[in-house]
């Protein structure tokens, strides 16, 4: 799962709906991703975060905490 994300989408009013059109995923796909279900691919982690989550480091965003 990917806490960091969850809890800056909170912070920021961002939904999974806003992440899935970035992505240009499904929202059941994408809820899957944030989820941890499946990984972010490096190109959908980097949208989200120029797109979304501009001050934000990335690497903090995508921290996996189920390791």
């Known amino acids: 799962m990917y806490k960091n994300l969850l809890a800056e989408m909170a912070r920021n009013g961002v939904t999974r709906a806003q992440i899935a059109e970035v992505i240009g ?8 991703k944030i ?3 499946f990984e972010f691919e ?5 949208a ?9 480091d990335l690497k ?3 921290e996996r905490s189920d390791r």
């Open 25 to 32: 995923k499904s929202y059941n796909h994408a809820r899957e």
């Open 42 to 46: 490096y190109g959908e982690a980097l």
């Open 48 to 56: 989200i975060q120029e797109k979304l989550f501009p001050g934000v």
């Open 60 to 62: 903090y965003l995508f």
């Open 35 to 37: 989820n941890g279900k």
